[in-house]
């Protein structure tokens, strides 16, 4: 019963350095989303994608990249690692029916 | 884009006593959902409870429930009986019925559930 996982959990780049977020669901969701959420500014969406192959700009795509290739992997790419990217990042899912969406359990990255 | 306003940042309440978090929000729609999600120390996003628009009735799950006025703009979380287990941070969310693939989140709510 694994739903949305996300990997790590924990991370430290450097500036400059570039790494890739994991996130795999196993709900066959066709819906899903990179969320980042600051301290006190609740979660800014990044990419979403409504389904293999589609991938669409949220409010604050810049610095990021996103591909889906199949129903169950969404990863999301940091070429050049920024202090401002420091965050902890949110992979979610939905279906095309249900309202409710259903979240990874976060990725807190720190870019020194 | 549409706007979640949570207004209270921090709130807390006594064990067993009941407590109601706020949350507005700024759409021109007529139909789309709302939610409440929890945050736990553990960071998991969780469900709490979802309200359709074109639905008058508040959505009531358990312990939990709303408040729904819909020309108010305001949709706001009571939680009953208030358990150690509640604390959490409480985010408000809206999404479109029909055209919904973004979902808008308020800043949220930390609740302390005091023993």
């Known amino acids: 019963n694994a739903g949305v996982t996300q990997t790590p959990k924990f991370r430290i780049l450097k500036i400059g350095q570039s790494m890739t977020l994991q996130c795999t669901q196993d709900m066959n969701h066709n819906y899903m989303y990179w969320y980042r959420q600051d301290p006190g500014m609740g979660l800014k969406l990044i990419y979403y994608?409504?389904?293999?192959?589609?991938?669409d700009k949220g409010e604050v795509p810049n610095g990021y990249n996103v591909s889906r290739s199949t129903t169950e992997d969404f990863p999301l790419r940091l070429e050049l690692a920024a202090p401002s990217q420091t965050s902890v990042y949110f992979c979610?899912?939905?279906?095309?029916?249900?309202?409710?969406?259903?979240f990874g359990e976060g990725s807190r990255l720190t870019v020194l | 884009a549409q706007t979640v306003t949570q207004s209270q940042p921090e709130m807390s309440v006594q064990e067993a006593e009941t407590v109601t978090l706020s949350c507005t929000y700024d759409t021109s729609e007529s139909d789309y959902y709302l939610f409440w999600y929890k945050q736990p120390p553990s960071r998991q996003m969780i469900l709490v409870i979802r309200?359709?628009?074109?639905?008058?009735q508040n959505a009531t799950e358990n312990r939990f429930s709303v408040n729904f006025q819909k020309a108010a703009k305001s949709f706001s979380l009571k939680i009953s009986d208030s358990q150690l287990g509640d604390a959490a941070m409480y985010f408000c969310?809206?999404?479109?019925?029909?055209?919904?693939?973004?979902?808008?989140f308020g800043t949220g709510t930390s609740l302390t559930v005091i023993p």
């Open positions: 309200q359709e628009a074109y639905k008058q």
């Open positions: 969310a809206y999404r479109r019925l029909y055209t919904g693939n973004q979902f808008y």
């Open positions: 979610a899912s939905k279906t095309g029916n249900t309202g409710e969406l259903f």
């Open positions: 994608s409504v389904g293999a192959g589609i991938t």
